[in-house]
């Protein structure tokens, strides 16, 4: 059983903590957050468990094996060192850090504790990716030539910019696919209004095999989207995970020739919730002591590579 110390009650934090309690693999023990108001809301659902306002007093109660951290990404770091250092498995919130010499730090620790770190990029857990996983994987459609990912509309967040906060994911999704990095990076990056970092990011990136990726990510937008195109030689994906069923579509080409005629068909997609999925996994990694989806220092290539995106100013 998980016993989860659960840092930070805000947005995300609230999902966070219904799904860690809704699971047969874990149980919440206690929560911390600094917003009294925030610990009020927790109580009404958790009525019977311990809350703090001060992380360290949270992470050192008794029988805690995982801590949770969802206070914002600036406290990431701190927090999840403090954990490690106290030799607990961590999930970290996306993104782990901003900076590729922290997780390299939070990797030697966890690596010497023995302890485990999972980062909730949750698009990792979802069915969306998984299917997208197996297709690519297969070759059925033959090479990419070029994805294009679009996410707009986002909170607002001081502490960090656009391309932290919502080029996490695609970076993550990325990474997963293709697991490789690109050769070549362009960022052109927006800020439009002032006293608040970066809020728009136009991300293009160059793969080997002429593989060409357009990222473009804003916070500001009327409209939320969240549409991953990949552009196969014999078909074109689209993927919306703001459908609630139809979240991919398959455009197969009807002739080899270049053409605008397709065959549409429409997969049936494992539509769990995500976090509920990893939930599991985290159980599951920490019972067999295995962790396949995190291994070969994959939270460092993220991270390294949303440092560089971040860096560029071509
Ligand atoms: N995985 C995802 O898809 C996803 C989605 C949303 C947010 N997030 C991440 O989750 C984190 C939190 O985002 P949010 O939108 O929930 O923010 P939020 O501001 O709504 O919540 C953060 C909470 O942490 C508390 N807090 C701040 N400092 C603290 C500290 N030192 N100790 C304990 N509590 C503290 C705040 O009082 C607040 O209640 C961010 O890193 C964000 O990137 C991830």
Redesign the pocket.
């Known amino acids: 059983m998980l016993n989860v110390a659960l ?7 609230k999902k966070l903590s219904r799904n860690f309690q809704n699971s047969e693999y874990s149980c919440i023990k206690s929560i ?4 009294k108001s ?1 610990i009020n809301l927790a109580k009404k659902i958790l009525p019977n468990i311990k809350y703090f306002n001060d ?1 360290k007093s949270a992470i050192l109660s008794k029988n805690i094996n995982l801590v949770v951290i ?4 600036s ?2 770091y701190k927090i999840a060192k403090y954990a490690l250092d106290n030799n607990k498995n961590i999930l970290v ?2 993104p782990l850090s901003m900076s590729l010499m922290e997780v390299r730090r939070l990797n030697k620790i966890s690596k010497k504790r023995n302890k485990m770190i999972f980062v ?1 990029y ?1 698009f990792l857990f979802s069915g969306t990716i998984s299917y997208i996983k197996k297709i690519i994987d297969s070759k059925k459609f033959g090479k990419i030539l070029e994805i294009e990912s679009f996410r707009e509309q986002a ?1 607002v967040r001081s502490d ?1 910019n656009v391309i932290w ?1 919502l080029c996490t994911h695609d970076i993550s999704i990325l990474t997963f696919l293709l697991n490789t990095t690109p050769t070549k990076i362009k960022t052109i990056k927006k800020k439009n209004f002032r006293n608040l970092p970066v809020d728009s990011a136009y991300i293009n990136l160059k793969y080997k095999n002429n593989l060409n990726v357009l990222i473009k990510n804003s916070w500001i937008s009327a409209i939320k989207i969240r549409l991953i195109k990949i552009k196969f030689e014999k078909a074109m994906l689209f993927c919306d995970e703001n459908e609630s069923m139809y979240k991919i579509k398959i455009y197969k080409n009807k002739s080899s020739k270049v053409s605008n005629k397709y065959f549409l068909e429409v997969p049936e997609i494992d539509l769990r919730e995500p976090l509920s999925k990893m939930v599991k996994y985290i159980h599951a990694s920490v019972k067999n002591k295995t962790n396949n989806l995190f291994k070969n220092d994959f939270n460092e290539k993220v991270t390294n590579l949303l440092e560089k995106i971040n860096n560029n100013n071509d």
């Open positions: 840092i930070g009650y805000g947005y995300w934090g911390c957050d600094l917003k925030n992380y969802a206070s914002p990404t406290t990431h919130e996306k909730d949750p909170p960090a906060d």
